[in-house]
């Protein structure tokens, strides 16, 4: 069975850092693109970054470049999501996802003063 | 961006009925289009890939279809467990995109 655990969310002030991340169990992970998607409170799914199986190319929404940083350990079956700058529009429960097919229960961010 | 647009944004059937949801991008996305359902306070969970093929242990009472720009969800009778939001995505291009989501209420 695929598990995904998310880690790491909490509350952070502007302009502060945190990391996500994220334990894969239950299948292949080194062989399986990754994603995180976040959701703000009340609102839609927004994708924010992917990263491919040897962790050689990485993608990102624009909203984020720049100030997040996904990543992984394939030895550690485990994906990572650095976050610096932080906004309060970055507040949102943040997924992990296998392709977007398999997805955490998700980890949530919240950035306020 | 490809922008994904829903409708309708909402809408209130009764068990039994056949719903169908539909969902455009603004640009040829060929066939790469998901759809997923979400259910208050649980993680989205995927339904369909590539327009109109069910993941596994998804129930044929779901179906996809469409291409290029314009695609549907149909739930051919609906069920209790079944009132949720649907979400649609392309992944066609970067970055990938959702569309706003169509919440399915009780009538």
């Known amino acids: 069975e695929v598990q995904l655990v998310e880690s790491g969310g909490g509350l952070v002030q502007p302009g502060g850092s945190l990391r996500l991340s994220c334990a894969a169990s239950?299948?292949?992970?080194?062989?399986?693109?990754m994603d995180w998607v976040r959701q703000a409170p009340g609102k839609g799914l927004e994708w924010v970054a992917n990263i491919n199986q040897d962790g050689s190319a990485k993608n990102y929404v624009d909203s984020v470049k720049g100030r997040f940083t996904i990543s992984r350990d394939n030895a550690r079956d485990s994906l990572y999501l650095q976050m610096n700058s932080l906004r309060p529009d970055d507040t949102a429960i943040y997924y992990c996802?296998?392709?977007?097919?398999?997805w955490g229960q998700g980890a949530l961010v919240s950035v306020s003063s | 961006d490809v922008q994904m647009t829903q409708s309708p944004s909402s809408l209130s059937a009764s068990v039994g009925d056949r719903v169908t949801i539909t969902c455009r991008a603004s640009l040829d996305i060929n066939n790469d289009l998901s759809w997923y359902q979400q259910k208050a306070g649980e993680a989205p969970k995927s339904l369909i890939y590539g327009t109109s093929n069910l993941q596994s242990g998804v129930p044929s009472k779901f179906s996809g279809s469409g291409s290029g720009t314009e695609f549907s969800l149909t739930i051919s009778s609906l069920q209790p467990e079944d009132f949720a939001t649907y979400y649609c995505l392309q992944y066609n291009r970067y970055p990938r995109t959702f569309g706003p989501g169509t919440e399915v209420e009780i009538k």
């Open positions: 239950g299948f292949s992970f080194s062989h399986h693109w």
């Open positions: 996802s296998e392709s977007l097919i398999y």
